[in-house]
Nanobody, 117 residues
Framework: QVQLVESGGGLVQAGGSLTLSCAASRIIFGMSTLGWYRQAPGKQRELVAHITTSYVTTYAGSVKGRFTISRDSTKNTVTLRMNSLQPEDTAVYYC???????????WGQGTQVTVSS
């Protein structure tokens, strides 16, 4: 069974930093683009960043320059380093694995990030 297990959410003051991690099963990790999405109350889920199996990264404009996504094949994890956090970054953050063969994607359970002003 494929699992994506997120960790690292929490409460931080504006201007602070947090790091989110998502551990994936080895097979899915190796064949998938891995991404972080977020959903704030009353809003649609949106892409934050993703990284392909070739380590090509894409960022939402609102986080570019503040967030960094990376993947570690030795640990089968994808990490999102978030700096200069702002209250508008408050959301539930979800890890997603999108297999390169076009098969169904997988989602983690979500982790709450709250940024206080």
């Amino acid at each position: 069974q494929v699992q994506l297990v997120e960790s690292g959410g929490g409460l931080v003051q504006a201007g602070g930093s947090l790091t989110l991690s998502c551990a994936a099963s080895r097979i899915i990790f190796g064949m998938s683009t891995l991404g972080w999405y977020r959903q704030a109350p009353g809003k649609q889920r949106e892409l934050v960043a993703h990284i392909t199996t070739s380590y090509v990264t894409t960022y939402a404009g609102s986080v570019k320059g503040r967030f960094t996504i990376s993947r570690d094949s030795t640990k089968n994890t994808v990490t999102l380093r978030m700096n200069s956090l702002q209250p508008e970054d408050t959301a539930v953050y979800y890890c997603k694995a999108s297999p390169n063969d076009g098969s169904d994607s997988y989602w983690g359970q979500g982790t709450q990030v709250t940024v206080s002003s």
